[in-house]
């Protein structure tokens, strides 16, 4: 059978019963190789907790929760499914199917896939590098209150301590209404951070911080060193042991005074929200950080699978998981907003912050007025460092799969270990993380957010479907149901239309949205000069710049046209129709792919 072909003429069965016992040999020993030369995961269920972990972190429990609130309550949630439905599930159905099937990290699977987008590889890379380098300086943050959460009071209740400002403390929260300020944010501004007035001023280092943000490396080190093998076993506890916390968490504070105040503000629709563009902007922006499409975590950590593995079935066991986990920390955390308002006397919306401010500055307050409070500080900071590690484990893994792909001899004959390139790579990581831990990183921390993780993220992930689906998939293999895709078979109707078209067209609405309402970027009342937005746009060029460059090489080194160029020398589809289809004969005899 030729290329282009319609193979939907055919019966399955006799697909697989043309297929020449030589092309099944061929596909046996290409899958026994790659497999040879690339460590697997050691189950199934390694695999997924290892994505549940990544995909569930912090946003989980600080951002969702506000954007619900902010953006129409009940109402915002069907903007969110829809996002999820059209974009969030497909896509990463997609990046599964990629890293699975070339089993290879995202740089050399896109430059196989589509060389003329071969920088969309090297994009994802470059901001999952970034990403890691100021989140995991929230795990310092959290590890700061967990030691400082084991005294017998804890030290942000009190305005009588060295870092407060007397004059200007509250020892209860106030809201957003007064001048002046609770114990627990000057705990956060003065005692952890102890902030300047502004990213002009860094100031000096804070060593505490330092060490904790070391002791967070040092804990990334151990579970990641042994590739898969380590981690596959680590998840076990760090993805699931969160889950016990917040169902306790839910249980004490669903009994709580004023809970279900909380509650009803979280979850009551406001349905003129819908109308706002920035309601939608914030879905997609939440499905994206969320699921961690675009960082090219999942790719990696799919390219550890069998080759048979049911992909589409893990795929919508983390998106269900995912969403069901954003929404349970919605009624954790607003309950206890709820509870706050109640003994405060305070609207709701005087007290629910957005950010880091939330789990840092609101809950510790809220967690100091609780029976046995000490005991629900410590889970709640425990569990806040655990969902940052499932995190920092796979945005830790692009780099160092990015290296042994691509200069694995070398480094190799150097290192000699593959230990001791993860410990260089921690190394690395630790050092620029060190601008974050200043007495001005915090300004430096949000400018890196606002910009790595919403602008560049939104370019990357229409780059993204645009390389698989309009490029590989239409000129490669004619993107239509009758011909095979890299699952052995042409996807479904949903999928084809999600990739085809809903997915990059709302892609590229959002991006043209964000841009056309774009607003300077603050923290609290500071608002960034003109210098440090210039700063946070150089950010977003360095990540996003690696997609016309690779292009631009491309076209230097391969003269011809566009269609040639991209469909030149791609080693997935160096076989016809009649190659993957022995793949997929060879693979169906075990599991049943999607």
Known sequence: MEVGEDSSKIPSDERCNAVKPSDLKVAAERTTAAEARRPTWSGRLDFVLASVGYAVGLGNVWRFPYLCYSSGGGAFMIPYLIMMVLCGFPLLFMEYTIGQYTRLGPVHAFAKMCPLFKGVGLATVVIAFVFSTYYSVLMAWALYYLFNSFGATLPWTSCNNTWNDVGNCSSGFQGNNTHVQSASQQFFDHRLLERTNGISEAGGIRWELFGLLMVTWVIVYFCIFKGVQSTGKVVYFTAIFPYFILFALLINNVQLPGAKIGILYFVTPVWSKLFEVKVWVNAAAQVFNSIGVGFGSMVTMASYNKFNNNILRDALIVTVTNSLTSILAGFVIFSAIGYMSHIHNLPVENIATDGPGLVFVVYP??????????????????????????????????????IKDEFGPQVMRFLKREELLTLVVCIVYLLLGIPHITQGGIYMFQLMDQYAAVVSLMFLAFFEVAAVCWVFGKLRIKFTSSNVWML???????????WKFFSPVLVLLILISSIAQYSSTKYEKFIYPLWAELVGVGVALVIIVWIPLGAIQEIYNNKGSLLQVSSRDSSLVEVSQRGLSSFYCLSSRSTKFP
């Open 365 to 402: 307050e809220v967690l100091s007025t609780m029976p046995a409070f000490q005991l629900w500080a410590v889970l709640f900071f425990f569990m806040l460092l655990l969902l940052g590690l499932d995190s920092q484990f796979a945005t830790a893994e692009v780099a160092v799969t990015f």
């Open 488 to 498: 052995g078979k042409a996807p479904n109707i949903y999928f084809r239309l999600c």
